[in-house]
């Protein structure tokens, strides 16, 4: 009995112990978080500075600071090993233990993380300072990506200009780094191992926060393929008339330098060519912005007003202070890829963008401030929650205002489209523009991380890495390169986030979500009705809704403090990812092309490509 009382007294003891320690590592968390968003700011002020100017002199300070946050990471992983805290009774407290031992690529020791930041800088220069000759005047060579590049791949219809822009574009972008990314893939997959995961893969899926993720999406994407080989055959029919039988081919893949964007992740600048119904006006609103004086300034002022207008946070002083929100014309290089920043300061938020006035960059911009609000939505919590409820959310959230926005019902309230007759050849050609930006983007997505994930887990042959990305691209797309390719050149790089080290599942998995925020966000706002046919989901407009907008504080506000399907219930009551409401929303389109494609004989998928060669 005596023994029985003294274990007793010890596990009570212990137990006690435990429970002192728990509220001492409370008090530890609030303090660290404070200190870790301060020292991040810090760091992404230098990031911010690089970005924005890219000199050696920002370069190096970026890389400095950058290094001594990692170090500083590591001294507090040592110290969180001090506490029991698997054994604590707090979710919460448990939750920001286990986030603080995530310490990515900053896990490498010191020499590796600098050469990590080096390399990954190079790869990002790079690309930023890519500058090609003009196909017409050979002499002019400092046009860039953005805008002049884009530009010409959207709107030339010559197919030997575009095929020159093409080749140009990706040696420069991507070949010339080849041995960056070789040692770029050898320091990731160290990180990843120090990290206790067998591989980046591993490591990316981990935020996620569920094993079976991988295969859910393979899931998703295999019930949305049959309407993108529809989409992708007609195309592929409209082509080969525009162009003729020796430029695109009847069964195989399509020439991807003329679908009207560098890496064909979106088909819609070629809508002009392929449009189901080209007799009909398709909605573009760029001409009108124009003729109305439209600013970049006027445009973000227009987002801003869209959030506020569904009570939402409206955008700070800081904000309109710091961005930059057009192309400086000082002359210096910087990163014009549309990015937003969150700086870990009360209301200290930024947008980087050389915005254009076109109607594509106002969906843009909305996107970028969706960013913004879901900054400013979770500023209140700890520094270890101020990020989404998975990386997918972030992109998703502005891309419900963008879906909303693009409407003909929006673009009529705010005086941009009048006029317009939406009729049933009308919707499929909207409803075909939207599929060209969003179904078309989903194999492209899918196929910049598998590819990474293949390297990273160490499951192609170095001799084989850019005929595999070519094999994916096939395979998922069914897109191949303008010219052969071979082992001696590296395209991956050509894509702004694989040089950047971006992991791009997040751009897949907000496709699939946004539409299920877009549906719910609809039916809150009295926006669609299932069985009521004056009421579409493609045509819904949530601008102005309170309880929207509620939906979206409720989830917005929850930052990564929960689980991410919490998030996802907090806002609509499901909690996992589904195809179903892209399906409800694009079912109009789907019934229409079967029918054309039956009709016109078209041929549904693709034969192998062979423009990559393993020599």
Same mark, same amino acid.
């Given at each position: 009995m005596r023994v029985f009382i003294v274990?007793?007294?010890?596990?009570?003891?212990?137990?006690?112990?435990? @429970?002192?320690?728990?509220?001492?590592?409370?008090? *530890?968390?609030?303090?660290?978080n404070k200190e870790l968003a301060k020292r991040t700011n810090v760091q992404t002020e230098a990031s911010w500075a +690089?970005?924005?100017?890219?000199?050696?002199?920002?370069?190096?300070? $970026?890389?400095?600071? &950058?290094?001594?946050?990692?170090?500083? $990471?590591?001294?507090?992983l040592s110290d969180?090993?001090?506490?029991?805290?698997?054994? *604590?009774? =707090?979710?919460?407290?448990?939750?920001?233990?286990?986030?603080? &031992?995530?310490?990515?690529?900053?896990?490498? =020791?010191? @020499?590796? !993380?600098?050469?990590?930041?080096?390399t990954k800088s190079a790869m990002e220069s790079n690309f930023a300072k890519v500058n090609i000759c003009n196909y017409k005047e050979n002499a002019k060579c400092d046009l860039e990506l953005e805008p002049e590049i884009e530009e010409i791949i959207g709107k030339s219809r010559d197919h030997e200009e575009l095929k020159y822009y093409w080749r140009e574009f990706y040696d420069k972008a991507g070949t010339a780094v080849r041995s960056n990314?070789?040692? +770029?893939?050898?320091?990731?997959?160290?990180?990843?191992?120090?990290?206790?995961?067998?591989? %980046?893969?591993?490591?990316?899926?981990?935020? +996620?926060?569920?094993?079976?993720?991988?295969?859910?999406?393979?899931?998703?994407?295999?019930?949305?393929?049959?309407?993108?080989?529809?989409?992708?055959g007609y195309v592929r029919y409209r082509l080969r008339k525009y162009y003729g039988n020796e430029v695109v081919s009847e069964n195989g893949p399509i020439p991807m330098h003329?679908? %009207?964007?560098m890496w064909a992740q979106q088909w819609s600048e070629i809508a002009d060519i392929v449009s189901p119904f080209p007799?009909?006006?398709?909605?573009d609103v760029t001409e009108e912005m124009e003729k109305q004086g439209y600013t970049p300034i006027r445009m973000f002022q227009m987002a801003d007003d869209f959030f506020t207008s569904m009570n939402l946070t409206k955008l700070t002083q800081d904000f309109w202070d710091k961005s930059i929100i057009e192309k400086p014309t000082d002359g210096r290089d910087l990163i014009c890829h549309a990015s937003a920043w969150n700086f870990y300061l009360k209301d200290d938020v930024r947008i980087k963008q050389c915005t254009r006035v076109t109607q594509n960059q106002l969906f843009t911009v909305h996107h970028e401030v969706g960013h913004i609000q879901y900054f400013l939505? *979770?500023?209140?919590?700890?520094?270890?929650?101020?990020?989404?409820g998975n990386p997918g959310f972030h992109e998703a959230v502005g891309d419900v205002l963008s879906l909303s926005v693009s409407t003909p019902k929006h673009l009529e309230r705010i005086g941009l489209l009048s006029n317009y007759v939406r009729d049933d050849e009308a919707r499929i050609n909207q409803l075909f523009l939207t599929a060209l930006e969003k179904i078309v983007f989903l194999p492209f997505a899918f196929t910049m991380d598998k590819y990474r994930w293949a390297l990273f887990r160490g499951e192609v042959e170095k001799a084989n890495w850019n005929c595999e990305f070519w094999k994916l691209r096939e395979q998922y797309s069914?897109?191949?390169?303008?010219? @052969?390719? =071979?082992? $001696?050149?590296?395209?991956?790089?050509?894509? !702004?986030? @694989? &040089?950047?080290?971006?992991? +791009?599942?997040?751009?897949?998995?907000?496709i699939i979500i946004q539409f299920q925020f877009y549906k719910s966000a609809c039916i809150k706002a009295g926006q669609y009705d299932a069985n009521n046919a004056e009421l579409p989901l493609d045509n819904c407009d949530i601008y102005g809704s309170a309880a929207a907008g509620e939906a979206f504080h409720n989830m917005l506000s929850m930052g990564a403090s929960k689980p991410w399907p919490d998030a996802l219930e907090a806002f609509n009551g499901e909690r996992i990812m589904s195809g179903k409401a892209i399906a409800e929303y694009f079912e109009p389109l789907r019934v229409w092309l079967e029918a054309e494609n039956i009709k016109n004989s078209v041929h549904i998928g693709w034969t192998a490509s062979d423009k990559c060669v393993a020599f």
């Open positions: 274990a007793l007294l010890a596990t009570l003891a212990l137990a006690q112990a435990l @429970v002192k320690e728990e509220i001492q590592a409370k008090e *530890y968390l609030e303090n660290l +690089y970005a924005s100017n890219l000199n050696d002199e920002n370069e190096k300070k $970026k890389n400095e600071i &950058s290094a001594e946050l990692a170090q500083f $990471k590591k001294e507090v969180n090993q001090k506490f029991q805290w698997h054994n *604590y009774q =707090s979710d919460d407290i448990k939750r920001q233990f286990k986030r603080l &031992s995530e310490m990515g690529n900053a896990a490498l =020791s010191e @020499v590796e !993380y600098a050469d990590f930041l080096e990314f070789e040692r +770029y893939v050898e320091l990731n997959t160290k990180a990843a191992k120090l990290n206790n995961f067998t591989s %980046g893969a591993e490591l990316w899926l981990d935020k +996620y926060e569920d094993d079976t993720f991988e295969q859910q999406l393979d899931n998703i994407f295999a019930e949305i393929r049959p309407l993108y080989e529809q989409i992708h003329l679908l %009207g964007n007799e009909k006006p398709l909605v939505q *979770y500023q209140h919590l700890p520094f270890v929650y101020r990020t989404g069914g897109i191949e390169p303008p010219v @052969v390719r =071979s082992e $001696k050149d590296f395209d991956p790089p050509a894509k !702004y986030h @694989v &040089s950047a080290d971006v992991e +791009y599942l997040r751009y897949l998995v907000a």
